[in-house]
């Protein structure tokens, strides 16, 4: 027989539901991932790739410094994945105005269109999910995901949400 529980009972969460929540995380992504995973498979490119087009495609004319902070990787994992899509002519990097030691990074119109692809498979994902899960569940979900963010963290994405 299962328990239903209230909201304020789940704030005292055991371990074992802590652990489905946690496991739930892992095949989420899973799916999340998959249709991506997929197109970028016969190009040679990873989830690295998709990441720093996604947030390039986000944020046109970032510099890599804050594409480094938002993806946490090292500079060396970054320039190898940005010299490929740079190589394929996916992105573009211009010297910065203000300052001519700074790479500003751009999507070219192939770039675009890759991301397109890939972000449109995402988005039918999680419009699928959504509609299952309902409004309320969409407002509780981003909630919990947002708490999960260290501060750091939660400032970059703010900061992507503002433009």
């Known amino acids: 027989m299962s328990e239903v529980h209230t909201g304020e009972s789940l704030l005292f969460l055991t371990d074992e539901q802590l652990r ?6 892992f095949f989420a992504y899973r ?3 998959s249709a991506p995973d997929q197109i970028l498979e016969g190009m040679a490119y990873g989830r690295a790739h998709h990441r720093a087009i996604h947030f390039i495609a986000r944020a046109p004319g970032m510099n890599v410094n804050r ?13 190898r994945v940005l010299r490929t899509l740079i190589e394929d002519g996916l992105v573009e990097s211009r010297v910065g105005r203000a300052d001519k030691r700074e790479r500003h990074l751009y999507l070219t119109e ?3 269109a890759l991301e397109g692809r890939l ?4 988005r039918a994902w999680m419009r699928a999910a959504y509609r299952k899960a309902g409004p309320d569940a969409v407002t509780g979900f981003r909630q919990v995901l947002e708490a999960m963010m260290d501060p750091e963290l939660r ?5 992507l949400r503002e433009g």
Do not use: C, M, P
């Open 20 to 25: 489905q929540g946690i496991e739930a995380v």
């Open 31 to 33: 799916g999340f991932t």
């Open 67 to 79: 594409l480094l902070a938002i993806l946490g990787v090292t500079k060396q994992s970054l320039n």
């Open 110 to 112: 192939e770039g675009a």
């Open 119 to 122: 972000s449109e498979a995402q």
């Open 155 to 159: 400032r970059l994405y703010a900061g």
